[in-house]
């Protein structure tokens, strides 16, 4: 009897754990400022985690696009037609990315803006490749977004341009002769980033004495690997995950009382926004965005003055990106000259030519191009946190 | 000194499964159920914690035994509205019930909490010892929580063998029946075994909690599944099984992260416990008990 029991357990454990894995949570789909009026409009969709661990980035990408959405239509729209826009949350998810996704397609999405990170964004550009929907992601940055799909682009840089960027300005800038990698090897954006820095911190010459991993099973506990790290004498980490797990590592660093430099890529944006997180941990530590709020030309400050205005917050580099977004679609969909009226298969089309001749000067860059791959070529700068807040490094 | 500072490593995460491994022994021991939703008492333990603590302001200590009250109450709850009604029914049904209570909960805290995750303040404020001139550092947290959990274990053995409600548990896991016919009130023993699996699962939420300082509305799951292997692991039924599978299983899954490879961790963890299965099917303390024909 006893036997049985412990094989019924196992086998419940095992269910159990698949049940984990898939079904982390439930999302009542958040739709936001849908207009129902029979107005023909241009209907752009959205998706994104605005809960969950990467809540800050998917919050930031609707509020963004919202602010751009309102600014074109009030400058008359796009081609003489207004925008309706349907942010829709995925909690990071694939799967409900997925299901956010086909809830767009019912309200008749033309063209998509998203999805914000790169495990959900992966699952959804292979269904708006077979939709035939145009797609044009503010922030995922794997690699694996935009393979094998024509109609997928990126509006942030690509993982392997964050992985090599990242190891040339170590390099360059001398921040840290002996480096430790600690990297999520589950997730497509860590890995990506981390091989593409390996790759190019050989290149360089930078020393990498530690690499040590952890997966999404076991996100809570960095002790081990920092203290391998700390063993290995690193006096620089190279972190290229979330800001969530980045808070804890931070954290129990502290508690060891290891303090390296710390340099994370563009998932640590948000650090600061954590919940209960004691900020002042985050102090010097330095990330690789393409936006800065603090930086001083025209657009970037009026851009940031309406955010904080309307979501008393301080936008980081997704928002910015995803306000970009709107406009790159703007002036790809009037390059092609079109109207709501056209079927998504040749809005895609025509988008897909239009984008690849797109110069454009935004908040993320200055001159950003598209390749027929789906890559943005722009440039990344650093910014270092310093009492409180984001400060670019010049 | 690594290999010290990455074994006390081990113990203090091996004494977090321990205190929750008790949770899934205990109630298995006596009500011969598993009780998956065990995992998820403990987070809505650590959100109480964090709740007391951080949004209003209360000494620590306050805000754990707030936490416990509130999670033996709940324990005892959902012993009665889930769990009770079943036991008659077969083993099967009562382990989806206990599944649903666990998605329940989850999806319970969801509601409440949201699903951002928290930064959790930790509920020990001692720096911890700096040994061999700063060579090795331990942090308070790892040292309180290893003494927790050998104050918890020893007082509990101690309980249930020396006293009546301690003596009652005993014999209603070694025959229901029979306990039954000398008078002893096996409701009441149940319901007092989820309510001591449930106040421990609140500890375990402090301490899990504060030495891994996230806590979103799944903190819950993944310790709870670890916790119930390391049960299985040391004997499921057994009070020291239960400490001895925990701290094995931390210091296993801290060695195996430090020496072997810190991807392959999980795996190693759950092989090894393959392994003692096929050698030992009863676990490291499991008695073997003769089926009555």
């Given amino acids: ?394 | 000194m690594g290999f010290l500072t990455y074994l006390i490593n081990g113990l203090s995460l091996g004494s977090v499964y321990a205190i929750i491994a008790l949770g899934y022994t205990m109630v298995y021991g006596i009500a011969k159920m598993l009780n998956f939703a065990h995992g998820d008492v403990i987070m809505i333990g650590a959100y109480l914690v964090f709740m007391c603590m951080s949004n209003s302001g209360l000494p620590a200590v306050v805000s754990i035994v707030i936490a416990i009250a509130c999670c033996t109450v709940l324990g005892i709850i959902i012993e009665k509205i889930a769990y009770k009604p079943l036991r008659k029914a077969t083993n099967l049904a009562v382990l989806i019930t206990a599944i649903g209570v666990s998605y329940f909960l989850q999806n319970m805290a969801l509601l409440i909490f949201g699903s951002n995750p928290v930064s959790f303040t930790s509920v020990i404020n001692w720096e911890g010892l700096s040994l061999a001139g700063g060579q090795l550092k331990i942090t308070g947290n790892a040292i309180v929580t290893i003494i927790t959990c050998l104050v918890i274990m020893f007082g509990l053995m101690w309980f249930v063998k020396n006293t009546k409600p301690g003596q009652a548990m005993r014999a209603v896991s070694e025959d229901k029946d029979a306990a039954t016919l000398m008078g002893i009130n096996v409701n009441a023993t149940i319901s007092l075994t989820f309510a001591i699996g449930s106040g421990l699962a609140a500890i375990a939420g402090a301490l899990l909690c504060s030495s891994y300082p996230n806590l979103n509305p799944y903190t819950g799951s993944m310790p709870g599944i670890k916790a119930f292997t390391a049960a299985v692991f040391g004997g499921i039924g057994s009070i020291p099984g239960a400490l001895i599978g925990g701290l094995l299983l931390g210091i296993i899954e801290i060695l195996a992260k430090a020496y072997i490879s810190s991807q392959l961790a999980d795996a190693i963890v759950f092989a090894v416990l393959i392994i003692v299965l096929l050698v030992k099917p009863t676990g490291i303390l499991g008695k073997q008990i003769k089926e009555k024909v």
């Fill in chain 1, 1 to 394: 009897m006893k036997r049985k029991m412990l094989s019924l357990g196992l086998c419940a454990m095992m269910t159990a754990s698949l049940l984990v894995g898939c079904g982390s949570g439930n999302t009542e789909g958040s739709a936001e400022n849908v207009e129902t009026s029979g107005e023909l409009t241009w209907r752009i969709g959205g998706i994104g985690p605005t809960t969950g661990g990467a809540a800050q980035y998917g919050q930031g990408v609707m509020n963004a696009i919202q602010i751009a959405v309102d600014e074109v239509n009030a400058a008359g729209g796009i081609n003489g037609y207004q925008i309706s826009f349907n942010f829709q949350d995925d909690e990071a998810d694939p799967q409900k990315s997925v299901n956010a996704y086909n809830t767009l397609k019912d309200w008749g999405m033309q063209i998509l803006e998203g999805t914000v990170t790169s495990g959900a964004c992966a699952a959804v550009s292979a269904e708006t490749y077979n939709d035939r929907i145009f797609q044009i992601t503010p922030s995922a940055s794997s690699t694996s977004v935009i393979e094998g799909n024509d109609n997928t682009f990126q509006i942030c840089f690509s993982d392997p341009n964050q992985g090599t960027v990242s190891a040339d300005y170590i390099a360059e800038n001398g921040l840290g002769t002996k480096i430790g990698v600690i990297y999520d090897s589950s997730d497509p954006y860590s890995s990506g980033v981390y091989q593409n820095f390996a790759t190019e911190a050989a290149n360089v010459g930078l020393d990498v004495v530690a690499t040590e991993a952890f997966t999404s099973d076991s996100k809570t506990d960095f002790t081990t690997q920092l203290q391998k790290c700390k063993d290995a004498g690193a006096d620089l980490l190279f972190l290229p995950f979330y800001y969530t797990e980045g808070s804890i590592v931070l954290t129990q660093a502290n508690k060891m009382g290891y303090a390296p430099t710390m340099f994370g890529v563009d998932g640590f944006d948000g650090l600061l926004g954590v919940e209960n997180f004691d900020v002042s941990l985050a102090e010097g530590v330095y990330l690789l965005t393409p936006f800065a709020a603090d930086a001083d030309d025209e657009a970037t400050k009026k851009f940031v003055a309406t955010y904080e205005e309307s979501y008393k917050d301080t936008p980081n580099q997704f928002a910015a990106d995803a306000y970009d977004g709107v406009y790159i679609i703007k002036e790809a969909l009037e390059a092609a000259n079109l109207t709501p009226e056209a079927s998504n298969e040749e809005i895609c089309d025509a988008l897909i030519s239009e984008i690849q001749n797109v110069n454009y000067n935004g908040l993320t860059g200055e001159g950003m191009t598209w390749n027929d791959k789906g890559e943005v070529s722009k440039d990344p700068k650093a910014v270092v946190i310093k009492d409180g807040g984001y400060v670019s490094v010049q």
